[in-house]
């Protein structure tokens, strides 16, 4: 049975917008009398939901409320949730950068921690000087440091710039050494945020590669935040989806990844434009099948059809073009389509037999070549692609891929 390595328990962050403490020295005075106590902070009780799309009528707010979970040794758990969340917060009370507010952390095992472009780094120190500071935080012997340290220097690529000051050293440079020293010096638990996009995508890749190793290989357990889903799905084993400080599920990665894009998913099968944003925008669009029925959920054999009504002002010139991209469940781009237009209504048909089983949106752009856009519409026009005459539609649960394409067997020996 695997051993718990991280357990946390009811915690909670709470913040003053706008200032630093409570804005007064007898609040403050207050608020560390009641910890001293062992009593809730005073506080405590006016606290709003961390939601940041509205305006809130307390200046205290729960950035983490009631927060509990466990993580065991060996797990990659990713924490998902749309900005603000309060994953970056939930990460520095882990890392002990800041303390909870309420609750309690049982962490057994060494932290490595990357939050932020040179976490832990002195800029005034070398490369190879902050290697070894590094290291000695870490409680690891020099004899120990030295032994990773030629690893450390070959995966980060900064070999010619390892005894110059890291404040000299690029952002991307940085995080290549920052991400080596916290992979290579050996902590039992490792933790990452969004950080890694700094990157190029041949550094995402490899630092993707090194958290598979030294968790699957290594038994060390990995926190990993990001917005990249593909990411998240082949990486981790758990997920945890944090939604205006609160937990609202986790566990399975399909699981817990399903539940955060539904709820990213705010648009209906059809959309209609409530006021115009330029001259030139899109008033409506609608989902049809091939009777002209407005559905949103087609068999593979069925057609899929868009229909679009552009609004042009008179008089107006150039060259405007509608772009139509076809996005997945996990905000991945499929393919896109375009044409350009005058005022007036268009259709775009997608044939049957092209898109795998699930749930897909429209991402919908009205612009001029290189010049300016009009109109941009999001995650629009939900629909549907359900299993229902597919010869492999019996093999629930597996994953065909995005698109489909039969392709034409033919036996030659």
């Not at 800041?98 to 120190?125: C, D, M, W």
């Not at 700094?198 to 590669?209: H, T």
């Not at 539609?393 to 034409?408: C, Q, R, S, T």
Request: glycine letters at 8%; a neutral charge.
């Amino acid at each position: 049975m695997s051993r718990t390595i991280i357990k946390v328990e009811d915690v909670g962050k709470l913040y003053k917008l706008g200032e630093i403490g409570t804005g007064t020295i007898s609040h403050d005075l207050n608020r560390w009398w009641a910890r001293v106590r062992g009593k809730d902070d005073p506080v405590s009780k006016i606290g709003e939901q961390n939601d940041r799309t509205i305006k809130g009528k307390q200046d205290w707010v729960w950035a983490l409320k009631n927060i509990n979970f466990e993580v065991n040794a060996g797990d990659v758990l990713g924490i998902i949730g749309r900005n603000g969340a309060g994953k970056s917060t939930l990460l520095k009370i882990l890392s002990k950068v800041t303390s909870p507010s309420s609750g309690q952390i049982k962490i057994n095992g060494r932290i490595a921690s990357l939050l932020e472009v040179g976490t832990g780094f002195h800029p005034e120190l070398t490369g190879r000087e902050n290697i070894f500071l590094n290291g000695a935080i870490l409680g690891m012997s020099k004899n120990e440091i030295r032994s990773k340290f030629d690893e450390i220097v070959d995966f980060a690529g900064v070999e010619r710039y390892i005894d110059t000051p890291v404040k000299r050293y690029s952002s991307g440079m940085y995080v290549r050494l920052a991400f080596a020293v916290a992979a290579f010096l050996e902590p039992e638990i490792l933790i990452i945020d969004e950080v890694l996009a700094v990157g190029d995508a041949e550094f995402q890749k490899k630092c993707l590669g090194r958290m598979k190793d030294v968790s699957s290989n290594d038994g060390r357990t990995v926190l990993f935040v990001s917005h990249n889903m593909s990411a998240i799905q082949s990486l981790c084993t758990k997920a945890l989806y944090l939604k205006n400080g609160s937990v609202q599920s986790m566990g399975r990665v399909d699981d817990v990844m399903m539940d955060y894009l539904a709820s990213m998913r705010t648009g209906e099968s059809g959309y209609v434009r409530k006021a115009p944003p330029s001259q030139l925008y899109i008033s409506k669009i609608e989902v049809r099948n091939e009777l002209g029925s407005v559905v949103n959920e087609f068999s593979h054999s069925e057609s899929v059809i868009f229909e679009f009504s552009v609004c042009k002002e008179k008089g107006m010139t150039g060259d405007q073009r509608l772009i139509v991209i076809v996005q997945d469940q996990l905000l991945r781009k499929i393919f896109a389509n375009e044409i350009n237009i005058e005022n007036g209504t268009y259709t775009l048909k997608l044939d049957g037999r092209i898109l795998s089983k699930g749930a897909y949106s429209l991402n919908c752009i009205l612009y001029t070549p290189a010049v300016t856009q009009y109109d941009f519409i999001e995650e629009c026009c939900n629909f549907n692609i359900i299993d229902t005459d597919e010869s492999f539609a019996h093999l629930e649960g597996f994953d065909y891929g995005v698109v489909i394409n039969k392709g034409k067997w033919e036996k030659i020996l």
